[in-house]
């Protein structure tokens, strides 16, 4: 038995801050490592102590296992929690780890190395009569072997990277012709997430669900399984709404399912929490003879909180007991299922722009409380960066049925406020209520059929936008708003009206961006408690606000005789407007923007800082609208930037590898054409 006095964190964020909760728990002291970006990021703020260990790219801090291992030996640590992502499914570390005389709170380095490369850990499973999906395994990488066996397995096919998961250096290819594209551009991404270009090829199942078993194994031989979770909701192969247990999930194939995960696992001698990845034929319901292996995640997943919800457990708590030598805390027959689990994963990012990553300063950020679960590594006042994966939150919520579970989900995100960046909740909400996804109508391309209501923007009203102008304008004093049901606020009285303003009428000119055009808007005081909106695109005369008032983000407001309530939070950015569960955002104008530019324009514009890893054009080539010029990575999510109109390329300002910032020009086509 090994005592774990004091744990070293080998990660950021909200992973970060939900192993230390538990250590904190058991009464154990917790190390936080952070680069310069994350000086004052709140897992740093949480740990009893943190250190720096480098600058703002993970390649030069939290993938530095020298660093690390340094971190920890001066801290007196005698363990290393590694979360998830980063190191911590990487057999080098755990043995560093090891040799440096600290206990991995993980499995052995022995067991990734056996699951770490798909095409290995399929053979390997084949042997343990584990079912695995059809397909290319092998060593052999050239275009023509690749693309022959593709023909031999039959379209569509995947192709997979070899190294890594979750969803990277993937693609599904429907057609022959297009397989030497995809071929290229999982490379690439494989080789930027993974330093391994190699893939694989597989059978595409036609109507599959993802479903996975949460497995745990000891040091003594035991293992069990926790049951499964569905996590079929996906964009891009990347999870977006998990979920436990599977919705109609029949007895006899969850023990199946189960049996086979616990034989994967002890097929390698596993010990610590750890996950196997199955794809599910969906096209006939839930058959137990229609699953089969994908792969093992050898570490703590992102959606494990829907596991413990619906178990009762602490996952993270028995990570630590197995790794202090403890046998698992419970057998198979004394573990069950309570109720059902949901969780969605908020980020920063553009839903209607094709989940474009984001970036921003969190003006506010506020959660609902209640029986809803927030797992967070940021507050109010902190910065999603480009560096690392832009997640905000994950919001869990537990009923007894799914039906329960979907509406305290839906209901939390539309009381979640966020402002400083755009984030995905009103995507997120409108999946829990999905018609198809709610009738338990899953497979993979639930979200893909679905996309365009998914991703359709509630349009704010009328009064909605010009309260968002009158706010823009700084003009509307802070006084006490009565409680609900009052329907009023307290009067403003000529004291609160700023100097001169009793004796005229006071009027500012306030622009604000409406649908992608900048608007300029006239406000006026009409009297001590009414206001008029102008301008813009309103008719003349404008709407007039019988009464305003705010104190602080709480605002009521009258017009038409109806009075009502929002929140609201203005910032030099934008004005964002929280009203019956949907969010709306007013830009403030900040001169050109990437949009304008790449809009029928000349030029091919950054739209957010990346690195550029493929340029496609040169000066003087031909190009037609739509087609791809340059390809860069941005927030771990590989990005194609087309030509915005037919035309001849004048210039191109970057090359492979360069890096550019938000905005940045990469290329320009000739006037010359523009006037043709």
């Not at 569905?230 to 977006?240: G, M």
């Not at 599910?280 to 994908?294: I, K």
Request: glycine share 10%; aromatic share 6%; hydrophobic share 45%.
């Amino acid at each position: 038995m090994n005592t774990i006095s004091k744990i070293l964190i080998a990660n950021r964020g909200e992973i970060a801050c939900r192993i230390i909760r538990t250590a904190r728990k058991m009464g154990i002291a917790t190390v936080a490592v952070y680069s310069e970006a994350d000086a004052a990021a709140m897992h740093v703020e949480m740990a009893d102590e943190a250190v720096l260990i480098g600058p703002a790219a993970a390649s030069e801090s939290y993938l530095k296992i020298d660093t690390i291992l340094d971190a920890a030996k001066r801290a007196g640590a005698d363990a290393i929690h590694p979360g998830y992502g980063f190191l911590s499914e990487n057999p080098e570390f755990v043995e560093r780890v090891e040799k440096a005389g600290l206990i991995f709170i993980g499995p052995s380095a022995k067991a990734i190395r056996a699951m770490g490369l798909k095409d290995a850990a399929k053979a390997l499973m084949e042997k343990a009569k584990v079912p695995v999906v059809p397909g290319y395994h092998g060593e052999a990488q050239d275009l023509v072997v690749l693309a022959g066996k593709a023909n031999e397995i039959g379209f569509p096919v995947l192709i997979k990277a070899r190294a890594g998961g979750g969803g990277k250096g993937m693609r599904k290819v429907d057609r022959q012709e297009d397989f030497p594209a995809a071929l290229s551009s999982a490379r690439r991404e494989a080789k930027a997430s993974f330093g391994d270009d190699r893939v694989l090829v597989e059978k595409c199942v036609a109507t599959p669900r993802h479903i996975e078993i949460q497995v745990f194994g000891d040091s003594h031989g035991n293992a069990v399984h926790l049951f499964e979770r569905d996590c079929s909701a996906q964009r891009r192969h990347q999870k977006v709404i998990e979920e436990a247990p599977a919705p109609g999930m029949p007895e006899e194939m969850r023990e199946a399912m189960g049996a086979a995960a616990v034989q994967a696992a002890k097929a390698i001698d596993y010990a610590g929490a750890g996950t196997v990845e199955f794809i599910v034929d969906a096209s006939e319901g839930l058959r137990a003879d229609r699953f089969w292996f994908m792969e093992m995640n050898t570490r703590l997943q992102v959606e494990h909180p829907v596991t413990e919800m619906i178990t009762g457990l602490d996952l993270v708590e028995w990570q630590i007991r197995v790794a202090s030598g403890e046998a698992l805390p419970l057998s198979q027959d004394q573990l069950s299922i309570d109720g059902h689990a949901v969780e969605a994963r908020i980020y920063a990012e553009d839903a209607e722009k094709g989940f474009l990553p984001a970036v921003g300063r969190l003006a506010h950020l506020s959660f609902p409380e209640g029986d809803i679960r927030v797992d967070s590594g940021v507050r109010t006042g902190d910065k999603i960066t480009p560096f690392y994966d832009p997640m905000i939150a994950k919001v869990i919520a537990h009923g007894k049925t799914r039906s329960e579970a979907l509406g305290k989900l839906a209901g939390a995100l539309g009381r979640t406020e966020i402002a400083g960046t755009v984030t995905n909740t009103a995507f997120l909400a409108r999946l829990c209520r999905d018609e198809d996804f709610a009738a338990e109508r899953l497979d993979t391309g639930v979200i893909d059929r679905n996309l365009a209501g998914l991703t359709a923007r509630t349009p704010a009203s009328e009064p909605i936008t010009l309260l968002a102008v009158l706010a823009a304008s700084g003009m509307v004093p802070a006084v006490a708003v009565a409680g609900a049901g009052a329907g009023v606020g307290k009067p403003v009285s000529v004291a609160d009206i700023g100097p001169f303003e009793a004796w005229g009428r006071p009027a500012r000119t306030v622009r604000l961006e409406l649908d992608g055009t900048d608007r300029d808007f006239r406000v006026a005081r009409d009297g001590k408690e009414a206001w008029v909106v102008s301008g813009g695109p309103l008719a003349d005369g404008g709407l007039r606000f019988d009464r305003v008032c705010h104190n602080g983000a709480d605002w009521l407001f009258a017009t038409g005789g109806v009075t009502r309530r929002c929140r609201l939070i203005s910032s030099d950015s934008e004005v964002v407007v929280f009203h019956e569960g949907v969010t709306h955002r007013f830009a403030r104008p900040k001169g050109l923007r990437a949009d304008d530019l790449a809009a029928g324009g000349d030029q091919v514009v950054s739209m957010m800082p990346g690195i550029i890893k493929q340029v496609l054009v040169e000066p003087g080539q031909e190009v037609r609208a739509g087609e791809a010029m340059v390809i860069m990575e941005a927030m771990k999510m590989e990005m194609t930037l087309s030509a915005p109109r037919d035309g001849t390329v004048s210039e191109v300002m970057v090359a492979a590898g360069s890096q550019v910032a938000d905005g940045a020009v990469l290329a320009t086509l000739s006037e010359e054409a523009r006037a043709a």
